[in-house]
């Protein structure tokens, strides 16, 4: 069993700054990738970012430039630096995980709960 546990949302005023976190634990084989999705209400969810455990990185263009995504092997920890926030980026924030299981060795993406980021004055 796995689980995939994210962390950092809040409030914070336009221009302002958060860092996410997401951490997957349990009986992992392998981590392939891990990214950041957001939705917002009554639209779609979409990729934010996302990178490979060997540092390949994907940004959506409204985010390119503000947001900087990163890996820690390790500790099976992706983080999210997001820098400039403006309240279009007001979303439900949710962490993938894109892993091999010591039970079932083949790629699955794990989710997470998500975690809200209000951007607002």
């Known amino acids: 069993q796995v689980q995939v546990v994210e962390s950092g949302g809040g409030l914070v005023q336009p221009g302002g700054s958060l860092r996410l976190s997401c951490a997957a634990s349990?009986?992992?084989?392998?981590?392939?990738?891990m990214g950041w999705y957001r939705q917002a209400p009554g639209k779609q969810r979409e990729l934010v970012a996302t990178i490979t455990s060997g540092g390949s990185t994907n940004y959506a263009g409204s985010v390119k430039g503000r947001f900087t995504i990163s890996i820690d092997n390790a500790k099976n920890t992706v983080y999210l630096q997001m820098l400039s926030l403006n309240p279009e980026d007001t979303a439900v924030y949710c962490c993938?995980?894109?892993?091999?299981?010591?039970?079932?060795?083949?790629?699955?993406?794990?989710w997470g709960q998500g975690t809200q980021v209000t951007v607002s004055s």
């Open positions: 993938n995980a894109r892993m091999a299981t010591i039970d079932r060795r083949v790629l699955v993406d794990y």
């Open positions: 349990g009986s992992i084989f392998s981590i392939y990738a």
